[in-house]
Nanobody
Framework: QVQLVESGGGLVQAGGSLRLSCVAS????????MGWFRQAPGKEREFIAA????????LYADSVKGRFTISRDNAKNTVYLQMNSLKPEDTAVYYC?????????????????WGQGTQVTVSS
């Protein structure tokens, strides 16, 4: 069992930055692929980024590539999402999730555990 708690969301102006954190409970955190998703009102949940157990492999959605960076600190059971050059269209609830496998990182159905989400609002 893994419990995930996100933090770091808030209101920021366009062009600004935020860093989201997701702290996991459980001793098996380092064995999971960790992902970030987001969901805007009236839209489906969207894959943003994922990182493998060691942090040596990452994957990003085209919409955030070059602006967002995912990282993890297994000693702290924490995964981060650094978000730069934020745009109004980045406004959404952001979720972190834990994936037990090695493939299909972009598919939300493949993730076993989810956090409660943190709101990010980007004003124009």
């Amino acid at each position: 069992q893994v419990q995930l708690v996100e933090s770091g969301g808030g209101l920021v102006q366009a062009g600004g930055s935020l860093r989201l954190s997701c702290v996991a409970s459980g001793r098996t955190f380092s064995s999971y692929v960790m992902g970030w998703f987001r969901q805007a009102p009236g839209k489906e949940r969207e894959f943003i980024a994922a990182i493998n157990w060691s942090g040596g492999s990452t994957l990003y959605a085209d919409s955030v590539k070059g602006r967002f960076t995912i990282s993890r600190d297994n000693a702290k059971n924490t995964v981060y999402l650094q978000m730069n050059s934020l745009k109004p269209e980045d406004t959404a609830v952001y979720y972190c999730a834990a994936h037990p496998g090695i493939s299909r990182w972009t598919e939300s159905d493949e993730y076993d555990y989810w956090g409660q989400g943190t709101q990010v609002t980007v004003s124009s």
